[in-house]
Nanobody, 121 residues
Framework: QVQLVESGGGLVQPGGSLRLSCVAS????????MGWYRQAPGKQRELVATIASGGITNVVDSVKGRFTISRDNAKNTVYLEMRSLKPEDTAVYYCNADIVTMPHTTSTRYWGQGTQVTVSS
């Protein structure tokens, strides 16, 4: 059994910053790609950023230069540093991870429960 738990969401004014964290726990053998997605009201869930186990990152154009994804492999944790937040960044943010659990040899994608980020004055 694997759990992903996000934290760090909240209400912030435009131009402000937040740091999201997501910790994976359970019978984890290996974690490959970890990522962040978001879903705004009435919209589909969309990719925000991903990071491979070796540290290679991919950040979508709409947040490039404002959001930074990072991970701590020793802590099975992925972070999303968000700066210069805009009202259009308001959404539920979800983390996911491709995880191999013992005794398996292939990975499964797991999702967290989401954390609300609201950007408003």
């Amino acid at each position: 059994q694997v759990q992903l738990v996000e934290s760090g969401g909240g209400l912030v004014q435009p131009g402000g910053s937040l740091r999201l964290s997501c910790v994976a726990s359970g019978s984890i053998f290996r974690i490959y790609v970890m990522g962040w997605y978001r879903q705004a009201p009435g919209k589909q869930r969309e990719l925000v950023a991903t990071i491979a186990s070796g540290g290679i990152t991919n950040v979508v154009d709409s947040v490039k230069g404002r959001f930074t994804i990072s991970r701590d492999n020793a802590k099975n944790t992925v972070y999303l540093e968000m700066r210069s937040l805009k009202p259009e960044d308001t959404a539920v943010y979800y983390c996911n991870a491709d995880i191999v659990t013992m005794p398996h040899t292939t990975s499964t994608r797991y999702w967290g429960q989401g954390t609300q980020v609201t950007v408003s004055s």
